[in-house]
């Protein structure tokens, strides 16, 4: 996993919490990288994983909401550090599609080694759009405070329903967005 994503998170716990509050879940976790986290960096996921559960239990907030959380704050932060790719599009829903055609392209050229999810999106006649999120890691809350985040960047009030067809450690989650 990218270190960015370590980063941001820190970042995150130490502005909804304290800088108390990342020290403690990175002594309590005991990463095998000791904390020490820089952008550019690959880390293995268990590390996000004893991070996050640890923040959930010094906390008492549950996992999915932190989740939720942490994929709402990468929203804002994606859009400051790439306002290029959000500035092309005025919709959420004309957004969305570019992550899996464009984005991704562009992450796996500047990072081979990177695992991202597989989204695949569809507009329904009857106006709702459906996002499947695929991923080896069990990520689709943070897939929806992403989505949710980027519906607030272009200021549309949507509903997010998802069925979770998630089974043998393969997630696998259909989003499906209405304009409310």
């Known amino acids: 996993m990218k270190g960015i994503v370590f980063t941001e998170f820190l970042e995150m716990v130490e502005d909804k919490f304290s ?7 990175i002594e309590e976790a ?16 268990a590390e996000m994983a004893s991070l996050v559960t ?3 239990r010094t906390t008492g907030v549950g996992l999915p909401e932190l989740l939720k959380t942490f994929g709402y704050h ?5 859009e400051a550090m790439y306002p290029d790719y959000f500035a092309e599009y005025t919709s959420v829903f004309d957004f969305l599609p570019t992550v899996e055609d464009r984005i991704h ?14 989204m695949i999106c569809e507009m329904k ?37 998802k069925i979770d067809r998630s089974q043998d450690g393969a997630t696998d989650v259909e989003f499906t967005l209405r304009k409310t």
């Not at 800088?19 to 879940?25: E, F, K, L, R």
């Open 19 to 25: 800088a108390d509050t990342v020290d403690t879940i």
């Open 30 to 45: 005991d990463p095998p990288s000791g904390g020490a986290y820089t952008a550019v960096g690959t880390y293995d996921f």
């Open 54 to 56: 640890e923040l959930s």
């Open 74 to 78: 990468m929203a804002g932060r994606f």
């Open 105 to 118: 392209i562009d992450v796996r050229k500047l990072y081979p080694d990177a695992e991202l999810p597989t």
């Open 125 to 161: 006649e009857n106006g709702d759009f459906t996002l499947n999120y695929q991923s080896s890691r069990p990520l689709a809350d943070f897939a929806e405070g992403l989505i949710s985040g980027c519906a607030d960047y272009y200021k549309e009030q949507v509903t997010i329903s």
